[in-house]
């Protein structure tokens, strides 16, 4: 009773948001959430916590004024980013008495992909669809978008928490001819092999895999870096490889010491920004070191054997 509450409180953010959005004139599309619970999950079970909004990143800006307007603000940090945490995601909060906080995660991207803000919006919507939710119309991707994001959802977590239990429903929710064109879809993405990874570790998905004459690739960590591996995790996996202390050393000074050049271009600094805004922005790369010391080097040394976990109601 608690989480149906919770999913309604959480739809009722989402119509507030999109008509807001809408009224303005402003396209967005809703990630996860209702759409996965809703296609996969007819009969209850699939809990979410947020909601996550794509939207096109030209008009970025104008969506945090809006969400402003409506009482959210920037939570700290941003989510889902390795290489620019500024990039992909950001999340805002809004406090509603005694209750949870209401949160949106505002995407310009997804996680680890390689192709552009501009690049990735015009696929994702032209694999969108509209559907009623409350009283408003919102849009959300089509059963072929979904089932991408929702491959790259379960490599990008391990196949940890709800992620392996989504993907399950999904692959025996589609045919042959519609995990075709999800293929196709990441073909665009170019992340046709994570989707076949993804498909492979489900016993009807890896039929489908072979009926679709996808790649099979070892199962070794190493194909998917670094697309799809905790920050650090990368030079973590570089050092225990390195043959020489002259190797190690430079590999940790890379890491951490880059040059001024890299700091500036990961944070975004132009040559007239003040030389105490690249003073913040090292103690901005070394915090992050620091913070994703611990996830990589859990990444690292665990078997990818051992990742298959059963679904919980951990992550929308």
């Not at 990368?234 to 430079?250: G, I, N």
């Not at 001024?260 to 690249?278: D, I, S």
């Not at 070191?289 to 919980?312: K, N």
Request: hydrophobic residues 45%; contains cysteine.
């Amino acid at each position: 009773m608690l989480a149906a509450t919770r999913r309604l409180a959480i739809d009722r953010v989402t119509v507030e948001v999109v008509s807001a959005f809408d009224a303005a004139d402003l396209p967005s599309i809703l990630l996860k959430g209702v759409s996965i619970a809703r296609w996969l999950y007819p009969r209850g079970g699939r809990s979410y916590r947020d909601t996550d909004l794509l939207v096109p990143a030209h008009r970025f800006a104008e969506a945090e004024a809006i969400l402003g307007d409506l009482g959210f603000t920037p939570r700290s940090g941003f989510t889902d980013r390795d290489v620019d945490p500024e990039r992909t995601a950001r999340a805002y909060g809004r406090a509603q008495g005694p209750g949870p906080v209401d949160v949106v995660d505002l995407h310009v991207n997804l996680p680890h992909l390689d192709r552009s803000d501009d690049e990735l919006w015009q696929l994702l919507y032209s694999h969108s669809e509209v559907i009623a939710l409350g009283a408003a119309g919102v849009r959300v991707l089509d059963h072929i978008g979904l089932a991408l994001h929702i491959a790259l959802h379960a490599v990008h977590h391990e196949f940890e928490f709800h992620t392996s239990e989504d993907l399950r429903r999904a692959i025996g929710s589609l045919t042959i001819e519609e995990w075709g064109e999800v293929c196709g879809l990441a073909r665009q993405l170019d992340v046709v092999d994570v989707v076949a990874f993804a498909l492979r570790h489900d016993a009807a998905g890896a039929v489908i895999a072979d009926r679709l004459e996808l790649a099979e690739r070892p199962m070794d960590d190493t194909c998917y870096w670094p697309k799809f591996a905790p920050p650090g995790a990368e030079a973590l996996t570089k050092l225990r490889s390195a043959h020489t202390p002259r190797e190690v050393m430079a590999l940790v000074r890379e890491r951490v010491l880059p040059t001024a050049r890299k700091v500036r271009h990961y944070y975004r600094l132009g040559p007239a920004q003040p030389r105490r805004a690249l003073v913040v922005a090292y103690l901005r790369w070394w915090g992050h070191v620091i913070a994703s010391l611990w996830p990589a080097v859990r990444y690292v040394t665990r078997p990818l054997a051992h990742r298959g976990r059963t679904a919980d109601s951990r992550d929308g």
